[in-house]
């Protein structure tokens, strides 16, 4: 299974990292071109399109990472505050269960939306429209596997700082030792 999630998160993160760097990169580009040249030579007219698009994927490929590290905005202060532990892992669950049912209702929609969008195009660049749909399909497969993890462990099992979290506390010592 490690192997497995190993593979894919290296994926996952290929494709940002190249996602966002060429955004830059076409960014850039138009700024310059549109700022400071002359004006005989426009800015690309599929640029912006291409950008905005390219930033769909990246924000949906990413956030998954964002599940795994437990960084997105979640009400642990209001469960930790007002219900008990054994409640509070319940609620957690039941959360993890629904967000489960929604991510496979968008995976489900994602993917009639890309098979629809396939025969369309981008209006500036001949791009098929699928190619971007399918990022909403994708990214949420992502999410849904790592939500899945969260419900089968109760945690990730491979968030970055899991180790650090879970290695058991250490004889009390002197500070000075």
Not at 48 to 65: G, H, K, M, Y
Not at 77 to 87: A, G, K, Q, V
Request: one cysteine or more; aromatic letters at 12%.
């Amino acid at each position: 299974m490690r192997r497995v999630y190993s593979f894919f998160n290296g994926l996952r993160a290929v494709a940002i990292v190249t996602l966002l760097g060429g955004m830059v990169m076409l960014c850039l580009v138009q700024v310059v071109l549109r700022y400071f040249t002359s004006t005989s030579i426009r800015p690309f007219a599929w640029g912006d399109e291409v950008i905005r698009l390219t930033s769909i994927w990246v924000a949906l490929l990413a956030a998954s990472l964002g599940v795994r590290e437990g960084s997105h905005l979640s009400v642990e202060f209001f469960l930790n505050r007002f219900l008990p532990p054994r409640l509070i892992t319940a609620v957690k669950r039941a959360a993890s269960v629904v967000v489960l049912a929604c991510m496979a209702a968008i995976i489900w929609y994602g993917a009639v939306q890309t098979r629809l969008n396939l025969d369309s195009s981008l209006q500036n660049l001949n791009v098929s429209m699928g190619l971007f749909y399918a990022a909403i399909p994708v990214g949420c497969a992502y999410l849904f596997f790592d939500y899945l993890l969260i419900l089968i462990c109760g945690h990730h099992p491979y968030a970055a700082g899991l180790t650090a979290r879970t290695e058991p506390e250490t004889p009390d010592r002197k500070r000075g030792d």
